[in-house]
T-cell receptor, first 112, second 117 residues
Framework: DQQVKQNSPSLSVQEGRISILNCDYT??????FLWYKKYPAEGPTFLIS?????DKNEDGRFTVFLNKSAKHLSLHIVPSQPGDSAVYFC???????????FGAGTQVVVTP | DAGVTQSPTHLIKTRGQQVTLRCSPI?????VSWYQQVLGQGPQFIFQ???????GRGNFPDRFSARQFPNYSSELNVNALLLGDSALYLC????????????????FGEGSRLTVL
């Protein structure tokens, strides 16, 4: 049962424009959400996170928005850069930092 | 500083065989988690160990087992391999464990790519 869903398998965006990645979840017990970025032949790397008590968290070019009532979060990347081309995973946590539920990922391609 | 290291990086096995994957966490990290990533899907949680004790287990059959050693390194064992076990196996370590820890960020290794023929 997929409790974290990323319904867009791919996203193409021009350099300098905004990238918006979406993620939906079904388990209301999730109380912490994370985004990971993965390049080919590398492990996922942590990007940004948000607690369920907040609705927005910013870190440089990356902003995560959380809408608890809709069970929806999104990642905004502004401006997009060619180095942002990667697979982005949304993940959610309930009781342990090591036990995350991941979405299927969104492949982002930033074109010049 | 060394990150999370995994070995082997690639391996090929045949159905019915057994495989052991190894992971060394970042120095000082006491929590190790294992994930399976099948092509086209996100990582799926298999096990978490903290202070050498199993602290969580995902929805995987008993053919999957793991352990953590006194130096906090870990092994994942898979018996009676099936074609469907072909995947990237990721190990991740973190400093903290519980929800009250503020240092729970997971650091992933590059993974062990297992192909079962």
């Amino acid at each position: 049962d997929q409790q974290v869903k990323q319904n867009s398998p791919s996203l193409s965006v021009q350099e300098g424009r905004i990238s918006i990645l979406n993620c939906d979840y079904t388990n209301s017990m999730f109380d912490y959400f994370l985004w990971y970025k993965k390049y080919p032949a590398e492990g996922p790397t942590f990007l940004i996170s948000i607690s369920s008590i907040k609705d927005k968290n910013e870190d440089g070019r990356f902003t995560v928005f959380l809408n608890k009532s809709a069970k929806h979060l999104s990642l905004h990347i502004v401006p997009s850069q060619p180095g942002d081309s990667a697979v982005y995973f949304c993940a959610a946590m309930t009781d342990s930092w090591g036990k995350l539920q991941f979405g299927a990922g969104t492949q982002v391609v930033v074109t010049p | 500083d060394a990150g999370v290291t995994q070995s082997p990086t690639h391996l090929i096995k045949t159905r019915g065989q057994q495989v052991t994957l190894r992971c060394s966490p970042i120095s000082g990290h006491k929590s190790v988690s294992w994930y399976q990533q099948v092509l086209g899907q996100g990582p799926q949680f298999i096990f978490q160990y903290y202070e050498k004790e199993e602290r969580g287990r995902g929805n995987f059959p008993d053919r999957f087992s793991a352990r953590q050693f006194p130096n906090y390194s870990s092994e994942l064992n898979v018996n009676a391999l099936l074609l469907g076990d072909s995947a990237l196996y990721l190990c991740a370590s973190s400093l903290g464990f519980g929800r009250d820890s503020t240092t729970g960020e997971l650091f992933f290794g590059e993974g062990s790519r297992l192909t079962v023929l």
